[in-house]
């Protein structure tokens, strides 16, 4: 098979389409012939050398795919060759064939072209997990999406919306502040503003956000924490603005707050806070979702595998909405 290969640590221009030795499906495995995959931001650190895979996950990168099941491994059951699935991958999904642990495993999500399909996994484990099995995200709620245009925030703003909550997102421009009220978000902030806190308590009887689902880290931490209502919910989930920050631990206090940091990546598969765990929770919550309609694919671009690197390049440059899926050229 092909798939995506690192020469060496850098930027887009280090990564090679090669020819590589087929996976093979181990005990409670599934090989899945990869009709599409897409670029999350954690892919750009691994290929700069910051995000190396976890141990025993494949150092190809890939978080997510789509395609049909080709093989089953021993003991695996419930799902047979020819499927059409998608899963949550610790890595090698810029490959034509990866072989996955079945509880990583979804069927191909209704109404939904196995290309997009390869975009969702990871955003769905992502977001899910993090709204409702850390958060404990509730209907009239409101959430706070920062980042409402990206990957994560595209699914984010649709599924809190179809389970009740209010949503208000940030964006930069007025045109993705526009894309965000029209995926379901009834307040759009410019993320730059110094008045959100101001904004989210005038909208909420002087309350605040319940949730914040943030992407930034230690930039946004002291305003993030001054934005939350009275029993909040900071969950942390991307460091764009850095690891380091002190944090008011009186405001927190008075607040009756609680910050979380999660990662997907680096879990196992079993055990309660396991990959399959979260799999089973999105495909039982989230699944009538995308079934109704109410939770829809945003891509921005497909592009060839093989021309990943240039993905990369539209993903370093800014300006994406949703997400970018890579098409294997061959399936």
Excluded at 56 to 78: H, K, M, N, Q, W
Excluded at 176 to 181: D, H, P, S, T
Aim: proline share 7%; aromatic share 4%.
């Amino acid at each position: 098979m092909y798939a995506i290969t690192v020469r060496e640590p850098g930027g887009p221009e280090v990564l090679e389409w090669t020819e590589v030795d087929d996976p093979a499906p181990g005990p409670g495995e599934v090989l899945i012939d990869v009709a599409a995959t897409a670029v999350n931001r954690a892919d750009l650190l691994q290929r700069q050398g910051f995000y190396p895979p976890p141990p025993g996950a494949s150092p190809i990168i890939g978080l997510e795919c789509a395609g049909r099941v080709a093989a089953l491994g021993e003991g695996v059951e419930g799902w047979h060759t020819g499927d059409e699935v998608c899963a949550l991958l610790s890595g090698g999904g810029y490959a034509q064939k990866v072989a996955v642990p079945a509880g990583q495993v979804l069927p191909a999500p209704p109404g939904w072209s196995l290309t997009d399909a390869g975009g969702l996994p990871e955003v769905a484990c992502t977001v899910w997990s993090n709204l409702f099995d850390v958060a404990n995200l509730r209907a009239g709620e409101l959430v706070l999406i920062q980042g409402g245009t990206g990957g994560i925030g595209t699914h984010a703003i649709q599924v809190a919306a179809a389970v009740g909550a209010r949503v208000a997102a940030t964006a930069g421009s007025e045109d993705r502040r526009e894309r965000c009220l029209s995926l379901g978000a009834e307040l759009a902030l410019d993320y730059r503003s110094e008045k959100i806190a101001e904004e989210l308590r005038e909208a909420t009887e002087g309350r605040g956000a319940d949730v914040i689902l943030d992407n930034m880290g230690a930039a946004a931490l002291a305003d993030n924490i001054d934005r939350l209502a009275p029993g909040g919910r900071l969950v942390i989930i991307g460091l764009q603005g850095g690891v380091k920050a002190e944090i008011n631990l009186n405001a927190m206090l008075r607040k009756r707050a609680s910050v979380t940091a999660t990662n997907l990546r680096g879990r196992p598969t079993a055990g309660p806070d396991g990959k399959a765990a979260i799999v089973a929770a999105v495909r039982a919550g989230l699944w009538p979702l995308l079934e109704s309609g109410q939770v829809k694919p945003v891509v921005q671009e497909t592009l060839p595998l093989n021309e990943a690197g240039r993905a990369h390049q539209l993903l370093t440059d800014g300006g994406v909405v949703g997400k970018l899926v890579l098409a294997n050229p061959d399936f």
